[in-house]
């Protein structure tokens, strides 16, 4: 069951996040957000299995390795509607840029916008 409105987009310490390590109630952090995935990891493209592995943990890194399971930025807009914090000021860490010199947060929410100076259709 996810969270009471009242709920979210609060602050969360890494030890909460770590305790909501199962399939009744999943969250993993990515690049200092929290994200409820409980409601989403029956539904993953890649099976529950690839996010159960994660539950109550940091997914930066997993979500950037395509040893691990590649991501498309479609992923990072999925992840975003999960959004329902953001980790504590003392337990935040400060990660390196992806390749491509953009976060991938970022550029989710870029690439969300039409771009009316492109065509539509090639």
Do not use: C
Not at 53 to 59: C, E, L, S, T, V
């Amino acid at each position: 069951m996810g969270l009471a409105d009242s709920d979210k987009q609060r602050e969360f310490s890494r030890a909460e996040v770590a305790r909501h390590d199962n399939g009744e109630s999943l969250w993993v952090v990515r690049g200092n957000q929290v994200f409820d995935l409980t409601q989403f990891h029956t539904d993953h493209p890649g099976g529950s299995d690839a996010l159960m592995q994660f539950a109550g943990q940091d997914i930066t890194e997993a979500m950037r390795d395509g040893a691990i399971h590649r991501h498309t930025t479609q992923a990072y807009r999925v992840l975003k509607d999960f959004y329902i914090g953001e980790v504590t000021a003392d337990d935040r860490l400060a990660y390196a840029m992806a390749d491509s010199g953009v976060d991938e947060m970022e550029e989710a929410e870029e690439e969300a916008f039409l771009d009316l100076r492109k065509p539509l259709f090639a």
